[in-house]
């Protein structure tokens, strides 16, 4: 049994006769989301489709975290109107942050960058706007019903810390944060909170001071792990993964479930936690603040969406594992086509022949013709352009180009063995026409079978063509292209 089928088998039987389940997700657009939060959003996705599969009604749920504060300004963000630095706007909500690149606003920006990417995949989240959550009053009335029991919740936050609190530190707690009504930012301190009115008094460190109505005023936000919980119950959520940060003993989903339960009286949904994503053959770190992250737009440059979702769906959500910048892509596209009735021209195969025609999908139809392959342009167009982009992007030393004229300064340092091999070589694909069988047995009589030589003479001959010690399988390359293209490469 598939995990996500595992996962919605232990929805169904917590809750048999629910109307419909919710499957939910969250990220803060901090900056461009990257591909380790997107398996977030896959992970709920799969146990969606396993519902749905069971005849049960679910949705995948997004919420967009916008009225967190801005803690860091990515490194690709230079400037943000409306401020001499970007870093002006550190504590301010996300959706109130002028957009660095135009537009609505920055939370928006990369909302919008990360909707269009999945609409690639075929994801079509029903998303919240936590800006709008709170600001239209919806969770006033969990909000005063946190400020009303802020002595348990600092008793349950206090029960996961090593250390113990300081005298007056539990008087002085609040689940709640206050933006600023004259700096905007959250940098405030509640100094006092009348139970009966609502009514707290705070002051911010931009000097500003005054009171604030958490009854009839909206501009707050419950702290993380408070907010997560109170979420819970609001959406009615019955399943979350997060990070494998989150999901540690001490970990904010250990913290929020109980405060879920003893504050606002929900049973917390099942979580999963999940692995990191790595990145193999390439440097740095994924993070959306830190502006050092693969985005899964770009990630689409080189892989197919099904095949990234493929991926993501065979691999046990603790698992880690890589998405390949290195040749590790191909055995990734070998594994995915076996899992595939429909055939596709190997991306392998696309890499290896692509750039020696230019990646002319006409031309390349020929190719695969010619080698008892059949594909046609319309199956592997789309692909094509992936193996362009991994190579382009990627590994630029493994594009295929052949000589324009013969190498001399290479033949020249050939044995004279060596030359005679070369030069029957070009005598029998002058003079003969062979079948693709027909060619390979040829190139491998030219040596008269002796390993040690066959591998010195394969090694001149794509040296000869290409200047390179390999490169695609020799008798398929031979047979692919048409002959006046390389012969002459091979006349000396």
């Not at 419909?20 to 900056?31: F, K, M, R, W």
């Not at 999901?247 to 999963?272: H, N, R, V």
């Not at 693969?294 to 689409?300: E, F, I, R, S």
């Amino acid at each position: 049994m598939h995990w996500s089928e595992k996962i919605a088998d232990e929805l169904i039987k917590r809750n048999p006769d629910k109307p419909e389940y919710v499957c939910a997700t969250g990220i803060s657009p901090s900056g461009s989301i990257h591909i380790g939060n997107f398996r977030d959003i896959a992970t709920s996705y799969f146990v969606v489709k396993a519902l749905q599969a069971r005849g049960k009604k679910a949705r995948l749920m997004h919420s967009w975290d916008n009225f967190d504060r801005l803690r860091k300004v990515p490194v690709n963000v230079t400037a943000i109107p409306g401020a001499e630095k970007p870093e002006f706007y550190i504590g301010y909500p996300y959706a109130d942050v002028p957009s660095p690149f135009g537009g609505e606003s920055y939370a928006v920006h990369f909302q919008t960058e990360f909707d269009e990417a999945m609409k690639a995949f075929g994801i079509r989240p029903d998303y919240r706007e936590q800006t709008a959550m709170y600001r239209s009053g919806k969770y006033t009335k969990d909000v005063l019903l946190a400020m009303s029991k802020r002595g348990e919740i600092f008793d349950i936050l206090d029960s996961f810390r090593t250390q113990d609190a300081t005298p007056g530190e539990r008087e002085s707690y609040f689940p709640a944060a206050i933006y600023c009504a004259e700096c905007k930012r959250d940098t405030t301190k509640i100094v006092s909170y009348c139970d009966e009115s609502h009514i707290a008094q705070y002051e911010c460190k931009c000097g500003h001071k005054s009171a604030f109505d958490f009854s009839r005023e909206h501009n707050c936000k419950l702290a993380w792990k408070v907010d997560w919980a109170m979420r819970w119950r609001y959406e009615g959520v019955d399943f979350e993964p997060g990070g494998q940060d989150h999901a540690s003993p001490t970990g904010s989903y250990s913290t929020s479930k109980i405060i879920a339960e003893k504050i606002f009286g929900y049973t917390p949904p099942l979580f999963q936690g999940y692995g990191f994503i790595g990145l193999k053959g390439a440097a740095g770190k994924m993070s959306g603040s830190t502006g050092l992250n693969l985005t899964p737009a770009t990630l689409l440059k080189i892989y197919e969406p099904e095949v990234i979702l493929w991926l993501y769906h065979k691999v046990e959500p603790l698992k880690p594992f890589d998405f390949c910048f290195d040749d590790g892509i191909l055995r990734q596209y070998f594994e995915f086509d076996k899992t595939q009735e429909n055939s596709q021209a190997p991306f392998s195969w696309l890499v290896q022949f692509g750039s020696v025609v230019n990646f002319n999908p006409a031309v390349l139809e020929t190719v695969f013709g010619k080698i008892g392959t059949p594909f046609k342009a319309e199956q592997f167009a789309a692909r094509l352009e992936r193996a362009k982009n991994w190579l382009e992007m990627c590994s630029p030393e493994s594009v295929n180009r052949l000589f324009s004229e013969p190498n001399r300064e290479y033949y020249d340092t050939l044995t004279d063995a060596q030359k005679r091999d070369i030069a029957a070589l070009h005598k029998n694909l002058s003079e003969n026409e062979y079948t693709v069988d027909e060619l390979n047995t040829m190139l491998y009589a030219v040596t008269e079978k002796d390993k040690a030589l066959q591998a010195a003479f394969f090694k001149n001959v794509y040296n000869l063509l290409i200047g390179k010690d390999k490169g695609p399988r020799l008798y398929l390359f031979l047979h692919a292209l048409e002959q006046e293209q390389y012969l002459h490469l091979l006349k000396f």
